[in-house]
């Protein structure tokens, strides 16, 4: 497809389990963000890739958070042990270059139950 | 303070009418400024994206930045019940973090 890709597009998880988040860039963007959304509030960023390393993971609130970008293109954040307070919308972006026009992805929304 | 502000509205305006849509900023390093509409349960779409001071139109939308006074706002003319979202501003710097600050996003309601 054109656009950015998130899958899946919903996922619902029981209180301490692992999740996987998937983001299929746009072909030939280097830069790849991830934010979270929750209810009522603008995206927060969480981790900015270019290329294949994680060039700033400020975002990511805390040690069970992790993401990766093996190959520069496709992207994985991954959620240990999760939290009902890691319930939210989590969005991906791309953009040719850092400070470009960014494209977001539908997201994939997260329930932790 | 947040680095920016947004009034989260809602907005609710005539089928027809001109819609303002406006953020502050606090951070004179910003560079890159951008417009995001985003529908019910979907991803953001870009709208506009702007680097320097000044106007940009496209169709309906124009973008206005001051830097000066750190203000940027989003004008729809011909408002239509299609263009009921939530604009969210995002804002982007060539130092420091490399990827963009958002406003917490307006919500805008036409009326048909």
């Known amino acids: 497809g054109a656009g950015v890709s998130q899958t899946p597009s919903n996922k619902v998880t029981e209180k301490g389990k692992y999740v996987e988040l998937r983001c299929d860039p746009i072909s030939g963007h280097t830069a790849l963000y991830w934010y979270r959304q929750s209810l009522g509030q603008g995206p927060e960023f969480l981790i900015y890739f270019q290329g294949t390393g994680a060039a700033d993971d400020s975002g990511l609130p805390n040690d069970r958070f992790f993401a990766v970008r093996p190959e520069g293109s496709v992207s994985t954040l991954k959620i240990q042990r999760t939290e009902r307070g890691d319930s939210a919308v989590y969005l991906c972006?791309?953009?040719?270059?850092?400070?470009?026009?960014?494209?977001f992805g539908q997201g994939t929304r997260l329930t932790v139950v | 303070q947040k680095e920016v502000e947004q009034d989260p509205g809602p907005l609710s305006v005539p089928e027809g009418a001109i819609v303002s849509l406006n953020c502050t900023y606090s951070n004179s390093a910003f560079q890159y400024f951008m417009w995001y509409r985003q529908y019910s349960r979907k991803g953001p779409e870009l709208l506009m994206y702007t680097y320097s001071s000044g106007n940009k139109e496209d169709g309906r939308f124009t973008a206005q930045v001051d830097k000066s006074s750190k203000y940027i706002s989003l004008f729809i003319r011909d408002s239509q019940p299609s263009d009921s979202a939530t604009y969210l501003c995002a804002i982007g710097s060539d130092t420091g973090r490399r990827a963009l600050t958002f406003g917490s996003g307006t919500r805008l309601q036409v009326q048909p």
């Open positions: 972006a791309s953009s040719f270059q850092p400070n470009t026009e960014a494209f």
